[in-house]
């Protein structure tokens, strides 16, 4: 492949191969003469930085899109896929990284949707709603098929499209980043599913940029690189430094607490906050909770899923409303502000879902970067175009965005980048304090270490970082300090020589998980 050595198994074996494909947008080569083989029975991982050409090689393989150049072959016989329908009937599917689900629609339609059972008389709802439930049982996830999508934290969200996925019975089941939004215990049942399927024959492509969690699963791993494979091996051959060093070419690190400074006063205090839980179910999801978190100063926030991560940093931004306590920037109350208030008081949060609440897609990137800050070029009813384009170019610059320039669609960047232009955005409006919650949700190590090292540079700068994160590796970077919450507490803080054993058990997690 690419003349490269390598070991490959009985081409017997193959089911689904790409041989030579390209895939061209204008002047970008997405992929570059690419060979890729799946297995029959076997989980091949895909591993590369964002902009690889991971995702397209998969929408090649699913009919999402058309090569440049190359053939497919299925079964050994070549094959054009015309849609990804056309692909899907000849059991190819395929779970997409950012999620696709219609979110006023419910858990049952979604899955059955294009797909409908149909009798006579119309559309069997009740059949359907009887095989949603046993999907979510398969799943063991406790989800009424009748609730609207939009109604379901993220996790949940990507159990449906796992769920939709596994309901066409497809014999090869490609899933980009399946877990990027699933809790340990999630992740769990979905690789007892995964083993299920495997040992019924079903072929699984897994991208992820989890790489320990991805070597758990794989019977073959695969490595792209600027649109090129870089490395093939199977399971017995590769270990975590085998990956990182064919995808970025060296070690990479995600950086240390940054040090040299001593801190500033407390930015944020947060005294005895307490947040119902939105359903209405009468529980706390934050529980009287306290917190500081002083000027150039990185807190990390680590728990599972459920431990009111989220929720926290939801409210503190003005995003979810309080039932008791305060919140204080610099010593002044802000509980009563609006979201906008309180990021014009310099209190900003990047949010978990990039592409529901970070992003608009139908803007630009230079238009995300500058939608923030629209206030600081704006007089009256007039914009300065000059402003807003100096902050632009600033913003893609300060954060490194990999971009053809301020124009380019938001959609053209890759997951990693369009990250980036998340942070940017609210860099650009000068903040004090900055949240994020999840901020590698979805990239790969490369870009990771890129964000890690932005703000670690800000906080020398006297910025107040608070970040939350479901990776023990992740709490073991940056911060100075590591807070550990557990059903709406906080059960443990660390500093930065604390064990990832000493944190996970802090969560609840099982060390041996």
């Not at 492949?1 to 070991?7: K, S, T």
């Not at 858990?107 to 409908?116: H, K, P």
């Not at 709802?125 to 406790?142: I, Q, S, V």
């Not at 909770?289 to 899923?305: F, H, N, Q, R, T």
């Amino acid at each position: 492949m690419n003349d490269i050595p390598q070991a490959t198994p009985d081409t017997q074996e193959v089911v689904l191969a790409a041989r030579n494909v390209a895939k061209s947008y204008g002047s970008v080569h997405a992929l570059k003469g690419v060979n890729f083989d799946i297995h029959r029975g076997q989980v091949t991982t895909l591993f590369g930085e964002n902009g690889a050409g991971k995702s397209t090689l998969m929408k090649v393989l699913s009919g999402v899109i058309q090569p440049t150049t190359g053939k497919i072959l299925l079964d050994g016989q070549p094959v054009s896929f015309t849609s990804s329908s056309h692909a899907q009937s000849l059991g190819i599917s395929i779970i997409h990284q950012e999620l696709s689900l219609a979110p006023n629609m419910t858990v049952r339609d979604n899955i059955f949707l294009g797909r409908e059972i149909r009798t006579p008389t119309g559309i069997d709802y009740a059949e359907e709603e009887r095989l949603t439930r046993l999907l979510m049982e398969e799943l063991e996830e406790d989800i009424d098929p009748l609730t609207p999508v939009e109604e379901l934290r993220l996790g949940q969200q990507q159990i449906v499209e796992i769920a939709r996925a596994l309901s066409v019975k497809s014999r090869i089941l490609i899933m980009d980043e399946p877990t990027s939004a699933l809790s340990a215990t999630e992740v769990e049942v979905l690789f007892k599913v995964i083993r299920d399927l495997t040992s019924r024959g079903v072929s699984i492509v897994y991208i992820s940029h989890h790489l320990e969690e991805a070597l758990t699963i794989t019977d073959h791993a695969v490595v792209l690189r600027d649109g090129n494979m870089t490395a093939y091996a199977p399971r017995s051959e590769i270990d975590l430094e085998w990956i990182v060093r064919n995808m970025v070419g060296e070690n990479f690190d995600l950086g240390s607490p940054p040090s040299g400074y001593e801190f500033g006063a407390p930015a944020l205090s947060i005294q005895d906050l307490t947040v119902m839980d939105e359903a209405g179910a009468g529980f706390a999801v934050v529980d009287n909770l306290s917190l500081d978190i002083k000027a150039g100063e990185i807190v990390c926030i680590y728990g599972l899923m459920g431990a009111g991560r989220t929720e926290l940093m939801e409210t503190v931004a003005g995003r979810m409303g309080q039932a008791a306590g305060e919140v204080r920037l610099h010593g002044h109350e802000v509980s009563h502000l609006t979201i906008a208030q309180r990021i014009e008081s310099g209190l900003c949060l990047v949010p978990e879902d990039r592409q529901r609440d970070g992003l608009v897609q139908t803007m630009s990137v230079g238009q995300n970067l500058s939608l923030a800050s629209i206030r600081k070029f704006t007089r009256g009813i007039f914009t300065s175009r000059k402003d807003e384009n100096q902050l632009i170019e600033d913003s893609i610059r300060d954060v490194t965005v990999k971009t053809d320039g301020g124009d380019a669609a938001i959609g053209s960047l890759s997951g990693g980048n369009q990250q980036k232009v998340v942070i940017g955005k609210m860099l650009a409006t000068h903040p004090t304090v900055i949240m994020l919650d999840e901020p590698s949700r979805g990239i790969d190590i490369g870009a990771k270490a890129e964000v890690f090292r932005l703000l670690a540079e800000r906080a020398r700068d006297g910025l107040a970082v608070l970040y939350s994160t479901s990776e023990v590796s992740e709490c073991l970077s940056i911060a100075h300090r590591i807070i550990v919450m557990h059903k709406g507490h906080i059960s443990a803080e660390f500093g930065p020589d604390a064990t990832k054993e000493q944190i996970m058990a802090a969560s609840g997690e099982s060390v041996a998980a």
